[in-house]
T-cell receptor
Framework: EAQVTQNPRYLITVTGKKLTVTCSQN?????MSWYRQDPGLGLRQIYY???????DKGDVPEGYKVSRKEKRNFPLILESPSPNQTSLYFC?????????????FGQGTRLTVV | GDSVTQMEGPVTLSEEAFLTINCTYTATGYPSLFWYVQYPGEGLQLLLKATKADDKGSNKGFEATYRKETTSFHLEKGSVQVSDSAVYFC?????????????FGRGTQLTVWP
C-alpha cells in the first residue's frame, strides 16, 4: 500500500531537549516536504527536498533541520525545541516534475513543547 | 509569489444543504489546483484536482471548476452529509523551479448536522 509513515503520532517534550520526527515513504517519490499546521494559519512549509542530498528552506524554517540521506526518508530535527514549536506536523511526498501530481501526506505528529 | 485565499470558516450546515467554499489564487503562470480534505485525526488526502483552465475536478459528489478568468476554484456539493464534516484546503501546484511544491489556503472547517 502506498503510504507516508510518520512517527511518533504524539509527542510531549520539554524545552531544549532535542527530538527527531521520522518520515518514510514507499512510493519512490523524489519530492518530500514538512509542514506545520496551526489554527487560523493553515499549512506552512518548513523544509523541502527535491531529491537525495538536496534540501531547502520553506516558509518557516527557523528552529528546524532536515536531512535526506536516502530517497525514502526525510526526518525533521528540532535541536532545541521551544514552546512556539508546539504544533501539528505533516510530512508529504510526491513525484517531482509533474504538474498534476498528487501529494501524499502522513498521519501527522502532534508535538507539545512544555 | 504564488498564494491561495480561501473562504474563512467555520461553515455549519444541515444535512442535504448545498455547500460552496470559495477559493481564489494568485500565480505567475498556469498552476494546477487541488482540494484536499482532512478528516478528524487524520492527514490530508486529495479530494479532487484540475490541471488547466475550464477543467472540472469531481469526486464523492464534490466539484470544482478551474476558472482562469476569475482565478478561482470554488468547491461545491449539492447535498452534504454528516460524513462530509472535515477541514477542506484549497491548494495550488507550483510550475516554477520548485516543481512539486504546494501552496495551501488556511483551510475551512465544515460541520454538517443531521
Amino acid at each position: 500500500e502506498a503510504q507516508v509513515t510518520q512517527n511518533p503520532r504524539y509527542l510531549i517534550t520539554v524545552t531544549g531537549k532535542k527530538l527527531t520526527v521520522t518520515c518514510s515513504q514507499n512510493m519512490n517519490h523524489e519530492y518530500m516536504s514538512w509542514y506545520r499546521q496551526d489554527p487560523g494559519l493553515g499549512l506552512r512549509q518548513i523544509y523541502y527536498s527535491m531529491n537525495v542530498e538536496v534540501t531547502d528552506k520553506g516558509d518557516v524554517p527557523e528552529g528546524y533541520k532536515v536531512s535526506r540521506k536516502e530517497k525514502r526518508n526525510f526526518p525533521l530535527i528540532l535541536e532545541s525545541p521551544s514552546p512556539n514549536q508546539t504544533s501539528l506536523y505533516f510530512c508529504a511526498s510526491s513525484f517531482r516534475g509533474r504538474m498534476n501530481t498528487e501529494a501524499f501526506f502522513g498521519q501527522g505528529t502532534r508535538l507539545t513543547v512544555v | 509569489g504564488d498564494s491561495v485565499t480561501q473562504m474563512e470558516g467555520p461553515v455549519t450546515l444541515s444535512e442535504e444543504a448545498f455547500l460552496t467554499i470559495n477559493c481564489t489564487y494568485t500565480a505567475t503562470g498556469y498552476p494546477s489546483l487541488f482540494w484536499y480534505v482532512q478528516y478528524p485525526g487524520e492527514g490530508l488526502q486529495l479530494l479532487l484536482k484540475a490541471t488547466k483552465a475550464d477543467d472540472k475536478g469531481s469526486n464523492k459528489g464534490f466539484e470544482a471548476t478551474y476558472r482562469k478568468e476569475t482565478t478561482s476554484f470554488h468547491l461545491e456539493k449539492g447535498s452534504v452529509q454528516v460524513s462530509d464534516s472535515a477541514v477542506y484546503f484549497c491548494a495550488l501546484g507550483d510550475r516554477g523551479s520548485t516543481l512539486g511544491r504546494l501552496y495551501f489556503g488556511r483551510g475551512t472547517q465544515l460541520t454538517v448536522w443531521p
